[in-house]
């Protein structure tokens, strides 16, 4: 495909605004690594706690023979990421290693089908899937371009989980000090109002929250908007 394909993947993740967007782009070219002449359809599954999910797909086709799959609980996506092993679908009607997915996917018109592991972690797992819809597409030069691939894009998923994670911590911390702040806030105007100590404040406040069956940080919104007029602000220093 000209460029190596680390090039291509790292281009993918660094141009991608968020890990949604990286996930799509991954399956979009994900379809196009084995060349024009191929017509193939992918989807990109993530085990999360032992539950597996289609994150993205390069098309609407792709997504519902993975979910066909998570239905009946078997097929070669299924396998690859259980098995860490490539797995290999030369045609849906011959093959019999799983009947009941076969049955229920032979007319939609994808008789080929590779599922290759992406290994990301004692937590999970995730798979890149391939469909294509002529017979005996993936042959073992195709299976092994399409590994090769997969060891890069690998790297490049972890690397996207990681970040994601590390985004979600962020946020959380942030959301945690904004909501501390309110109820600091609050807490000293009852303070202020009352001539109480702030132990006594914050309980106060906890019992505002029980008898109105209200989250602690709206009692204390509503305190703080009561007085200013509008919202407390956190003011973190660069």
């Known amino acids: 495909m000209g460029r190596p394909?680390?090039?291509?993947?790292?281009?993918?993740?660094?141009?991608?605004?968020?890990?949604?967007r990286f996930l799509h782009d991954l399956a979009i070219f994900s379809s196009k690594i084995l060349g024009a002449d191929v017509l193939v359809h992918c989807g990109?599954?993530?085990?999360?706690?032992?539950?597996?999910?289609?994150?993205?797909?390069?098309?609407?086709?792709?997504r519902k023979l993975d979910e066909i799959q998570y239905g009946y609980d078997e097929g070669p996506c299924l396998n690859a990421i259980a098995t860490q092993q490539t797995t290999v679908i030369t045609d849906v009607r011959t093959d019999d290693r799983w009947p009941a997915y076969f049955s229920a996917v032979k007319d939609e018109g994808f008789y080929s089908m590779l599922g290759v592991p992406l290994f990301i972690g004692a937590r999970g797992g995730a798979a890149l899937n391939f469909y294509?819809?002529?017979?005996?597409?993936?042959?073992?030069?195709?299976?092994?371009?399409?590994?090769?691939?997969?060891?890069?894009?690998?790297?490049?998923?972890?690397l996207a989980v990681r970040v994601a994670a590390q985004t979600d911590r962020a946020n959380d911390l942030e959301a945690a000090m904004r909501s501390r702040t309110t109820i600091d806030l609050a807490a000293g105007i009852i303070m202020a109002q009352n001539r109480c100590t702030q132990e006594e404040?914050?309980?106060?406040?906890?019992?505002?929250?029980?008898?109105?069956?209200?989250?602690?940080?709206?009692?204390a919104e509503r305190i703080v908007q009561n007085v200013s007029g509008g919202s407390a602000n956190t003011y973190f220093d660069a």
């Open 44 to 62: 990109v599954t993530l085990v999360r706690q032992k539950r597996p999910t289609t994150v993205a797909s390069s098309s609407e086709a792709a």
């Open 5 to 20: 394909m680390a090039e291509h993947l790292q281009d993918l993740l660094i141009s991608s605004d968020d890990t949604d």
């Open 201 to 219: 404040a914050i309980e106060i406040l906890h019992r505002a929250s029980s008898q109105q069956n209200v989250k602690l940080r709206e009692i």
């Open 132 to 158: 294509a819809q002529e017979p005996n597409t993936f042959t073992p030069d195709v299976v092994e371009t399409a590994e090769a691939y997969a060891a890069q894009a690998a790297k490049a998923l972890q």
